[in-house]
């Protein structure tokens, strides 16, 4: 090949290739682009009212893009890396969070946190763990969950059981009554892994304590400890006692739900979404389910409440920073909107301006053990960094299929920890 | 050669070449060059780490398990596809009554996306109501709910045998392209000399079915490599990674544990796998190609 033409070549392959790369998006000052995670039928909706409603205030057009919630965990980091992010997109609080302001990619919001006010919205439980990272300010908190024991109400008092279980002793003779009476105490569908961390997240909490816990999110205390082990070893004699549904690693959370509602199990341990689910498919808050705290475990330790936050993040890149503030701004602030999200996405809110008479019973208590709780952590996929999640997350299933194996699967699960928390 | 031909070739390879350049080739080196790092897949910032990412491969119990799973998947989905396949392929050849419909029905499955076939069998395995435990109930009259694919000592077979159901009917369709070859009077000489149906098949059939199954030995190995979206929506991997295979281990380890540089080092091997897989399947075509011509 002569040079001529191999030039030639050269310019033909590349072309097309700068052709693409010239063809940079076109913005304009009024509009702000957001993604999320919020794809459910109801969910779209339900934002699409509320979108428009800050249109009509601000006039400023809000483009929207909503990716699946799995799907969204790779695919907004993939925007990251393509420097492609929306101005705003929605995220978990917690550790994942703190991943993406490590990587440099959100843009801090304490001037508008406090020309707005937030302090005199956001919820201070809510507000001191999920909102600042690092001493700044980066999220502000769209809905938030919490997580309990809910159950079909028609099954326990059939079984006798009419007042909640406030101790371990008092909780276990429960799960016996209701397996005497041919209902399995409790359904679980670790299939997608993530239901099970919440057995987990709870018993470590009532027993180590939220201390302790955090400790060992963070990497500095051990998966071999003896008190993992304590709290593994109350989970596996539950197991062993028949408490849990068979194959729970091939059931999703959904049909974990199911279970539950037609009463072929008595309670599952979920976060309220599970009261959207469950009112999206006929069930009556209060009359057919309802819900009672994790009971204590061992007595003096700190009273803590578990759940995930969704938050909304500006990106540090965002192309209108101003639009995306006052999206952010009107979006947790605004009590009318912030009720309309909480009712559709079965989550509370976090804004204190949201009136109690929004929620359904179900709802309210969960703010009231919410409000008497001394902590709110996040769930164990939202404490910890998120390779380290994906061994413990491995090791809750890993669990459930043989807990008989639990001395192994613990050294394993530190060994494996360890080297993620190096990385 | 004259000098508006060339232009013309240029002009209408460039799009192509293009493509293939952005979407294959840059993608390829990138992985080379991001496997010596410790990128997250997002960050701006990142490190070279030299060989460490490789090292790190020979003491991760999970790419060991996931490396022997790549090499029961590709064992059984070579043989399973290629025996089922030959089987049906002589039966429906052997004019059985209803062969034509059979033929359609075995090969319909091939129409379907993976991900479609994925759902069919996830109900079929599922353990309380799915077709597979009913039937087992129906005949042993017992109650019967293993969960075939959240349990570590099944959930991967369970993979293998949906896909390999798809897989079939590629194969059959082959093997009966490759039996309309066989000249009828070897057949007719066969049967004039009094062979037997097994002595037909095993001297005359087979010899000169080489060709086909070579073909389908060598689509069902590379196909089972790029095996990622059923197991994806089947098993994802799990219970607990026990149904990883190498694909699906790189994309936990790129995409959620964010060790993109790690991944990046297990897929270059993978590529280095399938190279070598294609190009034996190459040498081996040019083998029949020169003897069978």
């Known amino acids: 090949m002569n040079k001529r033409r191999r030039q030639l070549l050269l310019a033909a392959v590349l072309a097309p290739v700068m052709a693409t790369a010239s063809m940079v998006p076109s913005f304009a000052a009024d509009e702000v682009t957001i993604s999320h995670y919020f794809t459910g039928e109801l969910g779209q909706k339900g934002l699409k009212e509320i979108l428009d409603g800050f249109k009509a205030k601000s006039g400023i057009t809000v483009k929207d893009s909503p990716i699946g919630h799995e799907d969204f965990k790779t695919g907004i980091l993939v925007r990251a890396a393509g420097n492609a992010l929306p101005d705003v997109f929605s995220y978990w609080a917690g550790a994942r969070t703190q991943f993406v302001i490590d990587a440099g990619d959100l843009r801090p919001i304490d001037g508008m946190w406090d020309k707005a006010g937030l302090d005199n919205v956001v919820a201070k439980s809510v507000a001191d763990g999920a909102t600042k990272y690092d001493g700044k300010r980066y999220l502000v908190p769209f809905g938030y969950h919490y997580s309990g024991l809910f159950f079909n109400k028609a099954v326990m008092e059939k079984a006798g059981i009419t007042e909640a279980p406030k101790t371990w002793e008092e909780f276990l003779a429960a799960c016996e009554k209701l397996k005497a009476n041919g209902v399995t105490p409790i359904a679980l569908g670790s299939k997608n892994r993530w239901p099970a ?30 008190e993992v082990k304590k709290a593994m070893d109350l989970w596996k004699s539950m197991v062993d006692k028949g408490y849990f549904v068979e194959n729970a690693n091939a ?65 540090a890149n965002a192309k209108n920073p101003e639009g995306a503030e006052q999206l952010l701004e009107y979006l947790v602030s605004d009590p009318e909107a912030q009720a309309k999200w909480a009712n559709i996405q079965g989550a509370l809110s976090a804004n204190v301006n949201v009136a109690k008479s929004n929620y359904n019973a179900v709802m309210l208590k969960a703010l009231d053990t919410i409000d008497a709780a001394q902590t709110f952590a996040f769930n164990y996929d939202l404490s910890t960094p998120p390779p380290v999640a994906e061994v413990g997350l491995s090791m809750f299933a890993r ?25 | 050669m004259n000098q508006s031909n060339t232009f013309w070739r240029v002009a209408l390879l460039a799009l192509p070449l293009s493509v293939f350049a952005l979407i294959i080739i840059w993608p390829l080196l990138s992985s080379f ?18 060989f460490e990412n490789f090292g790190k491969l020979f003491s991760d119990r999970l790419f060991m398990s996931a490396a022997i799973n790549t090499i029961i998947w590709m064992a059984i989905a070579v043989v399973l596809p290629t025996v089922l396949g030959l089987s049906l392929a002589l039966l429906i050849d052997s004019h059985v009554p209803g062969g034509p419909i059979f033929k359609t029905i075995f090969y319909l499955p091939i129409c379907l996306s993976a991900v479609v076939v994925g759902q069919v069998w996830v109900w079929i395995y599922q353990p309380d109501w799915g077709l597979l435990n009913t039937i087992i109930e129906y005949v042993t009259n017992d109650r019967f709910n293993y969960a075939w694919l959240a349990k570590p000592d099944s959930a991967l077979y369970s993979v293998i045998v949906a896909w390999s159901w798809q897989a079939t009917g590629l194969s059959m369709v082959i093997y009966l392209a490759g039996l309309t070859a066989i000249p009828g009077d070897l057949l007719e000489v066969c049967e004039l000399e009094g062979a037997t149906t097994w002595q037909r098949i095993r001297h005359v059939i087979l010899p000169l079915l080489t060709p086909a199954t070579v073909v389908v030995v060598a689509l069902s190995v590379i196909n089972s490599l790029k095996g990622f979206d059923i197991l994806y929506i089947m098993t994802g991997g799990g219970p607990f990674n026990s149904s990883d295979t190498l694909a699906m281990h790189m994309y936990n380890e790129s995409f959620k544990k964010y060790l993109m540089g790690y991944g990046s080092a297990i897929s270059v091997v993978l590529f280095l796998v399938a190279l070598t897989i294609i190009r034996l399947y190459f040498k081996q075509l040019k083998k029949v190609d020169e003897i069978y011509g």
């Open chain 1, 197 to 226: 961390q919440f057995w987990f997240d709870y018993l470590i909490l009532r027993t180590a304590g939220p201390d302790y816990r955090a400790k060992l999110m963070n990497g500095t205390a051990s998966y071999a400890d003896p």
């Open chain 1, 251 to 315: 059931d999703s959370w959904t049909d974990a739900s199911d279970k539950v509602a037609r009463g072929d199990a008595a309670m599952t341990l979920m976060g309220t979404w599970i009261t959207g689910y469950w009112n999206s498919i006929g069930l009556k808050p209060g009359e057919d389910y309802d819900f009672y705290p994790f009971p204590e475990v061992t007595a003096g330790v700190p009273n803590a409440v578990v759940g995930p936050v969704d938050g909304l993040v500006i990106s």
């Open chain 1, 399 to 423: 669990f459930m299929d043989d807990p008989s194996n639990v001395d192994t699967i613990l050294d394993e699960t530190q060994a494996s920890a360890a080297s993620a928390f190096a990385e």
């Open chain 2, 33 to 50: 060059y991001y496997g010596f790092t410790n990128w997250n897949g997002f960050s701006d910032n990142y490190d070279f780490v030299g």
